[in-house]
């Protein structure tokens, strides 16, 4: 190994350079080895890695973009000591430039036990791993970083080098496209990528993944602007999100109201914490409340009168069976099942069993992908009302999914979204407003709208207040708001956030 010409590299890469690739399955066992962090906190977010690369692959930029979003809307691993592990980094650091390459991965190894979790540190471990030429502890160690950190452009620029050195030219240029596209000085990215398409001294993968990767960034002479839109999308519905509708779904009490409503005729809704109270209020059939309760605890008794009920055409009961299998609550998870039930009641008009076959259609979950029926019925359950549903529907409606695109419907059902109550509906509505779609821009109002899904807990909104106020969209810059609301997206674990605290000289986060 040529350490001397690894460092030569390392203006672009910083501190922070590596990358995640998509393991084989004899893999795992070095993924696991890479952290101390219980693997059952990472199976989500290295899930979801696999969904980002699987989409590349395929040049789906919205499946990486939703993928993306998934994992920041996770919960972060838990910490360790990150002062300790950070001199310890610092000094590995030093040791790999001076070629003590043993003693800085001693060094690197002691860093990350004492923080599993700190994204830099697992990033400049696996770059040593590459450089040594461990390239399956790299690559276990590397998918784990972008676990951490899905849109880190220098990990995915890593990724491309890796597959590149490794002869996967076409995963290569995935790589490279991605890591282009999520950069926040994409002429600089350019630039580098075009270093490797014209070298010839780099492994001929990665020279020809390169110069692929460039074909489809720029297409023609003087094409740019790519990485300026395609990492701004409004936010699909998540599978936390869709968890979390279906703990609520049933486990609220029957005639509950929402302890908020929001108010009709404001110029901005106000998003809620529970923005699902209302609709779960006005549902029939109570009594099926607390049979879901026992049977997704377990109880083969409560289980068999759902069937029941089920079986008799109650809807809810019905809906309730479906959710049973589709969760695995107190049975084994059975998808096909799920939808069975699922179609009985949402052909019966139960708005919840609307929704629900919807994401599974939507997602092929229990069934192939059919985006033209999930569209069907996320609008039948936006109609009556469901907040994730009118939200779903509206970024169909965005994306020309299962529909013609229709920038006007879109923006309709995000703002209905947000007058449900929903965080995600009224972000998405403020995007429209921040970025001009198919509307004048309005900095002000969209401002307003973040701020409401902010307030609610929201963590993009969060950041978005963040940024608002540090550029001054209300007329006038206000840094120590800009903070406040920064550290509140940080906290969960929002890289953008975290990256705006280290730019306004941030570290007690």
């Known amino acids: 190994m040529n350490t001397k010409a690894a460092r030569q590299r390392a203006g672009y890469f910083s ?270 059939n109570p009594e099926v409340v607390p049979l879901f309760a026992a049977a997704s605890q377990g109880s083969a008794t409560a289980r068999e009168e759902l069937l029941r009920l089920a079986h008799g055409g109650n809807a809810r009961a019905q809906h309730a069976v479906a959710t049973i299998y589709n969760n695995g609550r107190g049975v084994e998870v059975n998808h096909e099942l799920a939808n069975t039930w699922y179609r009985k009641s949402a052909e019966a008009g139960f708005v919840l069993a609307q929704a629900g076959l919807a994401w599974n259609q939507q997602n092929g979950i229990g069934m192939a992908a059919d985006l033209s029926l999930a569209f069907d019925n996320y609008r039948r359950a936006a109609e009556q009302g469901h907040p994730y549903a009118m939200n779903n529907l509206a970024m169909m409606y965005y994306r020309g999914m299962g529909t013609r695109p229709d920038v006007k419907a879109s923006y309709d059902w995000f703002v209905r979204a947000a007058e449900a109550g929903l965080a995600r509906g009224a972000h998405n509505a403020a995007w429209y407003l921040e970025y001009g779609v198919g509307q004048p821009a309005d900095l002000r109002k969209a401002f307003a709208y973040y701020l409401s899904a902010a307030t609610a807990g929201f963590a993009q909104s969060q950041y978005k207040v963040g940024h608002a106020y540090e550029y001054g969209w209300g007329g006038s810059q206000d840094r120590a708001a800009a903070i406040e609301w920064y550290k509140k997206a940080a906290l969960q674990g929002l890289e953008p956030a975290k990256d705006a605290l280290k730019r306004l000289g941030v570290t007690d986060i």
């Open 15 to 284: 501190a922070t350079c590596v990358l995640a690739v998509l393991l084989q399955a004899s893999s795992v066992s070095a993924l696991a080895q890479a952290s101390t962090t219980p693997n059952t906190q990472l199976t989500s977010r290295l899930d979801q890695v696999t969904k980002m690369l699987a989409g590349a692959a395929s040049r789906d930029a919205n499946a990486v973009w939703d993928a993306k979003t998934e994992i920041e809307e996770l919960p972060y691993p838990a910490r360790g000591d990150r002062k300790l592990a950070r001199r310890l980094n610092t000094t590995a650091l030093e040791k790999f430039k001076a070629d003590q390459i043993p003693d800085s991965m001693a060094d690197f190894e002691k860093a990350r036990r004492a923080d599993p979790s700190d994204q830099e540190i697992a990033n400049n471990y696996g770059y040593v791993l590459y450089r040594v030429g461990k390239l399956p502890e790299a690559e276990a160690q590397l998918r784990y970083t972008l676990a951490l950190a899905p849109a880190r452009a220098a990990a995915w620029a890593n990724l491309a080098e890796v597959f590149g050195a490794q002869g996967q030219v076409q995963r290569a240029a995935d790589a490279f496209v991605v890591s282009h596209r999520f950069s926040r000085n994409p002429d600089t990215t350019r630039q580098y990528i075009e270093k490797f398409a014209a070298s010839t001294t780099d492994p001929a993968g990665l020279k020809q993944g390169a110069a692929q990767a460039l074909s489809r960034l720029f297409p023609t002479v003087g094409a740019n602007g790519t990485a300026a839109t395609a990492a701004v999308q409004p936010l699909a519905g998540t599978t936390t999100e869709r968890s979390a509708a279906a703990q609520a779904e049933m486990a609220a009490a029957a005639g509950a109201a929402s302890s908020t409503a929001a108010a009709a005729g404001k110029a901005v809704p106000v998003a809620l914490a529970d923005p699902f109270a209302r609709l779960l209020s006005q549902l029939p």
